[in-house]
């Protein structure tokens, strides 16, 4: 048996370079798959109005994806360093920017979608054991202004102990990380491939698809889409221009269903041959859930009419998809498949996470602590801060009220603040792709075992769709795009005390 490599820290401990291909593939595929699939289908519908453009959506979504991977490939192959799109962004362009994504990535990317992977697991678990519910308390809501509470119901409370196992799990070694990722990731893309299997052998509808071939490009019941600004006029799926905002906007559901792809960049220092691994895992991944995304969709068509992916209740596409087979019982069926995906989904995210904030600390820009490993070899103090974060946004809640009845109800503040990030992400996907265009100018000569497929073309063609999109976003989604900004920017005094407290400098 081989031994396992090791990468050096100098006057620490070695990171345990455990993971090879099929690990690497199954932390990109694992983190990638979490609830979107199940549910964001419905809202694109809505916006675009038929099968045909529904489809068109993934197609764009995995074009974004698989080109944004191939071009990380030849980044993560030239500095297989912990941290990944941090470091990439920090040689690109200089430590504020790296340090600005490490920022935004710790305070809400990360471990705000954790807190909402997690409770998105206690509330299909819900579904299987009734005393795990959102409005059974164990702290009821404690309301603090008129617009924001805490509390601490079942659900959350479940979320939590989600939260908290996987961080102890992920303590122990990246060996033990690993066997969960795989385990699950595996059982995930086999309950896909049978949703997809349930379509094509089981539920051929010729009702359902005779609709949606018919009106295959006609748009039916489509949601107008108005902008924050009274310059820009409100449009609809109904108009050529409609049909191209309809379908950038629809890309925040699919976009980022497929999104944390690049989490397997952050834990470069633990992957066996990162030079070769990482480009590899990162095309596999991407490539095997996007070729599942779309084939999913597929079902769903054969099995729904297009006006039913759009009411679904509570968007829930893929339990009324299977409904169509197994009635009643499709409930607790895709309860079980979500409550696996999302654990999967989390342990990945968890796994990864802290290895950059790992690296901003060697680089003297996080707190001294964080930039050490335990005994099991891995970054335990980030693992258990990250946790810490993770479960405090757990706790805090939006107040809502029912225009009609006035009857009040509780949001979570963290899905607030992933809605803000969202333009934000997609900016630091652009600049690390951008940073692509500048290496190859600045560090002609560095070493690069594995070269961008298509460059300039595709990762050129990836900023033009990006940016349009993100220009849309800014047009017609304003108020979820100027607050990630100042989260972003929030970061820049942040970014100054930490430099004035030490003497940063990138360490190897």
């Known amino acids: 048996m081989m031994e396992e490599q090791t990468t050096t820290v100098p006057g620490d401990r070695k990171f345990v370079q455990a993971l090879g291909l099929l690990d690497s593939t199954m932390i990109v595929a694992g983190s990638m798959i979490g609830s979107g699939i ?22 764009i979504t995995g074009l974004l994806t698989v080109a944004a991977a191939l071009s990380y490939g030849e980044l993560a192959a030239m500095m297989p360093q912990a941290g990944g799109q941090y470091v990439y962004l920090r040689q690109a362009y200089g430590p504020l920017w790296g340090f600005l ?111 949606n071939l018919q009106d295959f490009w006609t748009p039916h019941h489509v949601a107008s889409i108005k902008s924050d600004f009274a310059w820009v006029p409100a449009v609809s799926a109904l108009s050529a221009m409609g049909m191209f905002v309809a379908i950038c906007a629809a890309q925040v559901g699919s976009l980022f269903s497929a999104d944390a792809w690049n989490n397997v960049t952050f834990i470069a220092g633990e992957v066996k041959d990162p030079r070769r691994n990482i480009p590899a895992a990162l095309l596999l991944g991407t490539a095997l859930v996007i070729s599942l995304y779309l084939l999913v969709n597929l079902a769903y ?34 309860a079980i498949a979500i409550v696996v995906s999302t654990f999967g989904c989390n342990n990945g995210l968890i796994l990864a996470g802290a290895r950059v904030y790992y690296a901003m600390a060697r680089d003297g820009l996080f707190f001294r602590s964080i930039g050490s490993l335990n005994a099991a070899r891995v970054p335990a103090a980030g693992l258990w801060l990250q946790c810490f974060w993770a479960c405090l946004l757990v706790l805090p809640r939006t107040r809502l009220h029912d225009p009609v009845t006035g009857a009040e109800a509780y949001g979570n503040l963290y899905g607030n603040l992933l809605d803000y990030v969202i333009f934000a992400v997609l900016i630091f996907y652009i600049l690390t792709i951008g940073g692509l265009f500048v290496l190859r100018r600045s560090q002609p000569h560095a070493p690069r075992p594995y070269r961008a497929w298509g460059y300039p073309v595709v990762p050129g063609a990836y900023l033009v769709m990006a940016l349009a999109i993100a220009m849309v976003l800014l047009l017609y989604k304003t108020q979820t795009t100027w607050p990630g900004l100042l989260i972003v920017l929030a970061g820049v005094p942040v970014y100054f005390f930490w430099r004035g407290r030490s003497h940063p400098g990138p360490k190897p």
Do not use: E
């Not at 199940?38 to 197609?59: E, H, N, P, T």
């Not at 603090?144 to 079942?154: F, G, K, R």
């Not at 990731?185 to 949703?195: D, F, G, I, Q, R």
């Open 38 to 59: 199940f549910i964001v289908s419905a809202d694109i519908a809505r916006q675009v109005g038929s099968s045909g453009w529904l489809l068109v959506v993934w197609v």
């Open 301 to 334: 068509l054969v099995m729904l009419p297009v006006a039913a992916i759009q009411y679904a209740p509570d968007d829930r596409v893929a339990t009324a998809a299977i409904g169509t087979v197994f009635g009643n019982g499709s409930a607790v069926i895709m």
């Open 101 to 211: 994504y490490g920022w935004t990535l710790f305070l809400v990317i990360q471990t705000g979608t954790i807190a909402a992977v997690a409770v998105g697991l206690a509330r299909f678990l819900g579904v299987l054991v009734p005393a795990i519910s959102a409005t059974r308390w164990v702290v009821p809501p404690l309301n603090l202004s008129a617009h924001y509470a805490v509390s601490l119901s079942t659900q959350q409370l479940a979320g939590i102990c989600v939260i908290f196992l996987l961080t102890a799990i992920n303590s122990r070694g990246v060996k033990i990380g690993k066997v969960i990722q795989n385990v699950f990731t595996s059982a995930k893309v086999l309950a896909l491939a049978a949703l997809v299997g349930l379509g094509v052998l089981c539920a051929w509808h010729g009702g359902a698809l005779h609709a």
